[in-house]
């Protein structure tokens, strides 16, 4: 059965890029998204990834076949792309990396309605942000480094970019709190 949209939405594509990788089940993709803090720039839930699979089988994008496990555990239903999948993947992943998007931010609503707010309220806000951001960094550290040296050069692209975007985010943050502290009332 065609699908009769073209768009690959990011979860899809999330899922569909591990399994690019691999074949896999379900809970192997959920530990590599986990492992990967893939979460951080993907919006994709644990239950999401077997709907998403389900979904990719039904338009032939994905083939399952039952792997029966050593000793008393239950089968798994093992995943990987067909022919029609992996085309569909390789212009979604492509079409990723030619259109720069950004995605709309709650921080820039609350930057839309500075007017409004008084400065006593804004910068404690600010400060706020900026060790949420900084948490967020360390947490993006660790994974990468719990990692180790066996990450595929891609995963270790999605680090480095999450990383740098992150650090110039936290440096704009702390600048734009010293324009507001000059700001008069």
Known sequence: M????????????????LL?????????????????????????????????LEKLRKINWLESALEYGEGKGPARQIYSLTTAGR?????????ALSNPFR?????????????????????????????KLEQKYQRVSEKLTDQGEDLPWNASAMFDLSLAQIKTELNWVKAFIEKVRLRTP
């Open 103 to 131: 995605s709309n931010s709650n921080f820039q609503l609350g930057l839309s309605n500075l007017l409004h707010l008084e400065k006593s309220q804004i910068i404690p806000a600010l400060e706020k942000y900026v060790k």
């Open 20 to 52: 690019a990788e691999k074949p896999m089940h379900g809970y192997q993709i959920e530990q590599i998204i986990e492992e990967r803090g893939m979460r951080d720039w993907t919006n994709i839930g644990f239950s999401s990834i077997y709907y998403i």
């Open 87 to 95: 085309s569909a993947w390789k212009k979604a992943a492509i079409n």
């Open 2 to 17: 065609p699908r009769k949209t073209k768009t690959v939405t990011d979860a899809e594509l999330a899922v569909m890029s």
